[in-house]
């Protein structure tokens, strides 16, 4: 009983970490507009046709949503942080770019029901992920919407 009592836990913790998996459509117009539809697997994000290799850095605190996301802290979805590089000279739809002249270096993730925000951020140190560091940042790229 122990056994498959952890069994079902470490399931519903994966399960919780891998839920910004898959396939996603543009539902705000600025993904409409920049990136269109993104998939994003375990190792990769796909963006507009264009495939970027992803590190999973760590999961989102529930302040850390609330902050980059707007999300309520009693809420039930997940976040994600990631490492990766889109160089500042990849264009997108209508020859947007995620970051202008900087390349994008991070990549957090909320997810909750079938609704997926991602925020891109360029900058070598970590984004920090609270109201006060937000509202004052130059890394913070741009905030996107999808759905499934």
């Given at each position: 009983m122990?056994?498959?009592?952890?069994?079902?836990?470490?399931?519903?913790s994966v399960a919780?970490?891998?839920?910004?998996k898959g396939y996603w459509r543009a539902a705000s117009s600025t993904a409409a507009s920049i990136t269109g539809d993104i998939a994003i697997s375990g190792a990769k994000v796909q963006?507009?046709?264009?495939?970027?290799?992803?590190a999973p850095i760590r999961a989102l605190t529930t302040s850390e949503v609330a902050a980059a996301f707007d999300a309520d802290v009693n809420g039930s979805g997940t976040?994600?942080?990631?490492?990766l590089t889109v160089p500042?000279?990849?264009?997108?739809?209508?020859?947007?770019?995620?970051?202008?002249?900087e390349d994008t270096q991070w990549m957090a993730t909320y997810v909750?029901?079938?609704?997926?925000q991602v925020a891109f951020f360029s900058?070598?140190?970590t984004p920090v992920l609270t109201m006060d560091a937000l509202?004052?940042?130059?890394?913070l790229c741009g905030t996107y919407t999808y759905v499934k």
């Open positions: 122990k056994g498959a009592l952890a069994a079902g836990m470490i399931l519903i919780g970490r891998a839920q910004d963006i507009n046709f264009s495939s970027f290799v992803l976040g994600n942080l990631y490492r500042a000279a990849k264009r997108f739809l209508h020859h947007n770019t995620l970051c202008g002249t909750e029901g079938k609704t997926l900058g070598a140190s509202a004052n940042s130059t890394d």
